[in-house]
T-cell receptor
């Protein structure tokens, strides 16, 4: 089974600054997907960004970018110019193996607090 | 545009009772999923469905039953609820195997 580990239960950042959330995963597969989801206090799960393992280029979505290190099995999320609305739980997730992308595995989450 | 809805949003039940959580999506997405969210575990996949009448187990299926007679509905049944099934349950759907999942608002279940 695949596993996803988020080693930072909680982090804080000042508004307008940059913060990086860490995620590592364990798999023997070569083709898979990785995701970062945001869960604000409303509990709605919102996709932030996703990365396909066979693509070497790191995904970016506006202020959000990832550092995907396939050999190291690392998938960190960088949030630039942090905003108060970024305060939320962030979950890293893995989808695979390649013959079943319907199997999703989530990390335990990192609670991000953006301070004014 | 209702998207994906879950009902009830909150439910209190007693140990041993049968409980059914409903999930309905208006997009005609092929794939639907049920997760539970517990402190310290993130989300864990219970069951998923690739189409009507096609379902498969996820990571934590024990104690749960699903069915999918219609594309838009994916109910989750706890046949005999236990305290360990107290959790927040999320339904999700997506169009294709490589597409984004969209989540419902969640159902908070308390088993006494």
């Amino acid at each position: 089974a695949q596993t996803v580990t988020q080693s930072q239960p909680e982090m804080s950042v000042q508004e307008a600054e940059t913060v990086t959330l860490s995620c590592t995963y364990d798999t023997s597969e070569s083709n898979y997907y990785l995701f970062w989801y945001k869960q604000p206090p409303s509990r709605q799960m919102i996709l932030v960004i996703r990365q396909e393992a066979y693509k070497q280029q790191n995904a970016t979505e506006n202020r959000f970018s990832v550092n995907f290190q396939k050999a190291a099995k690392s998938f960190s999320l960088k949030i630039s110019d942090s905003q108060l609305g970024d305060t939320a739980m962030y979950f890293c997730a893995f989808s695979g193996p390649s013959y079943n992308f319907n199997k999703f595995y989530f990390g335990s989450g990192t609670k991000l607090n953006v301070k004014p | 545009d209702a998207g994906i809805t879950q009902s009830p949003r909150y439910k209190i039940t007693e140990t041993g009772r049968q409980v059914t959580l409903m999930c309905h999506q208006t997009w005609s997405h092929s794939y639907m999923f049920w997760y539970r969210q517990d402190l310290g575990h993130g989300l864990r996949l219970i069951y998923y469905s690739a189409a009507a009448d096609i379902t498969d187990k996820g990571e934590v299926p024990d104690g749960y039953v699903v069915s999918r007679s219609k594309t838009e509905n994916f109910p989750l049944t706890l046949e005999s609820a236990t305290r360990s099934q107290t959790s927040v349950y999320f339904c999700a759907s997506r169009t294709g195997v490589q597409e984004t999942q969209y989540f419902g608002p969640g159902t908070r279940l308390l088993v006494l």
